[in-house]
């Protein structure tokens, strides 16, 4: 079971038995003409759906499937291989290209590591 897959379980268990009794509270209220088994598959239905919005709210999704961490690496990966093709050509780099590259190097480690460290998302 995936990271991500233990933490939508383990929300879900959290989130059913308040989201069943509100449900089965707003049906019996209503003259909808619903009954028992159509509120549980209501509240169901909601959990599953305020699950993913908890589980991004609270950054509990793996580091893979952050599109934040996939683009600082793609620039980290990207900067050091411009450095790397810029030394090894034998000739210096020039001052201009060592920043746009070192630049890129710290902020996507920057990045990398205020991502790693939130614990809750900006705003939150």
Do not use: C
């Not at 990207?78 to 190097?105: H, K």
Request: glycine share 10%; net charge neutral.
């Amino acid at each position: 079971m995936l990271a991500s897959d233990k933490a939508a379980t383990a929300v879900l268990a959290q989130l059913m038995p308040a989201i069943a009794a509100a449900t089965h509270q707003a049906v019996a209220q209503t003259a909808s003409g619903l009954g028992g088994a159509d509120t549980a598959v209501i509240a169901k239905e909601v959990a599953r759906a305020a699950t993913d919005t908890i589980i991004n709210q609270t950054n509990n999704e793996p580091w893979y499937l952050s599109r934040v961490t996939l683009g600082a690496l793609l620039a980290l990966v990207g900067g050091i291989y411009s450095l790397g093709l810029d030394f090894a050509d034998g000739a210096p780099p020039s001052v201009d290209s060592l920043t746009s590259q070192l630049t890129a190097i710290v902020g996507a480690g920057t990045v990398l590591y205020g991502r790693w460290v939130a614990r809750k998302p900006l705003g939150a």
